[in-house]
């Protein structure tokens, strides 16, 4: 299991946070983001992308490191569901990542999803879900509403930890 981080403590204020400051985490197929689709190349270029993996556990290797260098604020993961083997395969470790740094936003993308999901359902894995392949436009209004998402997960978190030690 990945390390725990302790949500009351690196909370983002997320009805503060500027969506502008935002880099994107970046799970996918293609490490030269030259081969990325299209998207992530544009965001690339805009300077969005904070970093990029293709192996799962050497993103979270440098997300450790840069919790323990310049902390966690302004990132929101993008994961390519289908780089996980599917929603069967990568369940345990999307729940794993979530327990783990559950501050940062979670946007799933995948060609396999019927249609973006921009609801908080899905909440013990991911913020958001990105039907493959997505419009800029798109991608704006999940990061908007991965925010918003991550806003309700970590208060019910809260709500949780209180009621379970009160």
């Known amino acids: 299991m990945l390390h725990q981080e302790n949500a009351a403590v690196h909370m983002l204020p997320h009805s503060l946070a500027d969506p502008a400051r935002i880099k994107l985490v970046c799970l996918t197929s293609s490490f030269a983001l030259a081969d990325a689709p299209q998207e992530l190349r544009w965001l690339d270029r805009c300077g969005k992308i904070g970093s990029n993996h293709t192996d799962k556990y050497n993103m979270v290797e440098w997300l450790e490191r840069r919790r323990r260098s310049r902390g966690l604020d302004h990132l929101c993961f993008l994961i390519d569901l289908e780089v996980l083997g599917g929603i069967s395969r990568g369940f345990e470790f999307l729940r794993d990542l979530r327990l783990s740094f559950p501050s940062i936003p979670l946007i799933l993308f995948s060609n396999r999803a019927k249609s973006h999901d921009f609801s908080s359902e899905r909440a013990g894995i991911c913020d958001v879900t990105l039907r493959y392949p997505f419009e800029k436009g798109e991608l704006d209004c999940a990061v ?11 208060a019910r978190i809260e709500i949780n930890a209180d009621t379970s030690t009160g």
């Open 144 to 154: 908007d509403a991965a925010l918003g998402n991550n806003a309700l997960f970590l």
